[in-house]
Nanobody, 125 residues
Framework: QVQLVESGGGLVQAGDSLRLSCGASGRTFSSYAMGWFRQAPGKERELIATITGSGVGRYYADSVKGRFTISRDNAKNTVYLQMNSLKPEDTAVYTC??????????????????WGQGTQVTVSS
């Protein structure tokens, strides 16, 4: 069982930066691929970034490529999402998730086994 807790959300202005953190319980954190999803009101949940267990492999959705960076510190059981040049359309609830497919880049929600509770990010124009 893995428990995930996000932090770092908040209200910022367009162009600002924000860093989200997701802390995980358990001693096998490095065996899990980690993903960040977001869901805006009235929209489907969107995978925006994924990182393999080792941290070598990464994936970004086109909507955030070049602005967001996913990273992880396996010694701290934490995955991060650095968000730069934020836009109002980035407003959403951001949720981290863990997948047992640690060597791969899981892209479907069904491939993730554990989910955090989510943190709100609001970007004002």
């Amino acid at each position: 069982q893995v428990q995930l807790v996000e932090s770092g959300g908040g209200l910022v202005q367009a162009g600002d930066s924000l860093r989200l953190s997701c802390g995980a319980s358990g001693r096998t954190f490095s065996s899990y691929a980690m993903g960040w999803f977001r869901q805006a009101p009235g929209k489907e949940r969107e995978l925006i970034a994924t990182i393999t267990g080792s941290g070598v492999g990464r994936y970004y959705a086109d909507s955030v490529k070049g602005r967001f960076t996913i990273s992880r510190d396996n010694a701290k059981n934490t995955v991060y999402l650095q968000m730069n040049s934020l836009k109002p359309e980035d407003t959403a609830v951001y949720t981290c998730a863990a997948s047992q497919y640690g060597l791969t880049i899981p892209r479907r929600p069904g491939q993730y086994d554990y989910w955090g509770q989510g943190t709100q990010v609001t970007v004002s124009s």
